[in-house]
């Protein structure tokens, strides 16, 4: 794959994912309205300190990496719902 590919707008917005991780990977595209250039999609450098930094991700799915790694999640959760049901200060949740 060249280090710079050409292509008109319609060809850009069919190939936008492609183009994307092309970009990721250090290649950069000249996109081009009525055969003359107008745009350019390539790698962002670390030379632009004004843009957001990516972020980790967030919410529930964020927890999924974390248990893949707890080796003793289901025996920790059976030893946490055993203390849960012989609680005396509130009966334990039923389930239908």
């Known amino acids: 794959m060249s ?7 319609a060809a850009v ?3 936008f994912s ?19 250039p107008v ?3 390539g790698p ?4 632009h300190p004004d843009l957001p930094l990516p972020r980790r991700p967030g919410g529930l799915l964020a927890l999924l990496g974390a248990l893949a790694d707890w080796e003793t999640l289901d025996a920790d959760i059976a030893e946490i719902l055993a203390a849960r049901h012989s ?3 509130r009966p334990p949740p ?3």
């Open 3 to 9: 280090s710079e590919e050409v292509l008109p707008v």
């Open 13 to 15: 917005k069919r190939e």
């Open 18 to 36: 492609r183009l994307l991780e092309a970009a990721e990977h250090g290649q950069r595209t000249v996109i081009l309205r009525h055969g003359r």
């Open 39 to 41: 745009a350019a999609l």
């Open 44 to 47: 962002v450098r670390s030379e």
């Open 87 to 89: 609680a005396v200060d």
């Open 94 to 96: 039923e389930f239908d």
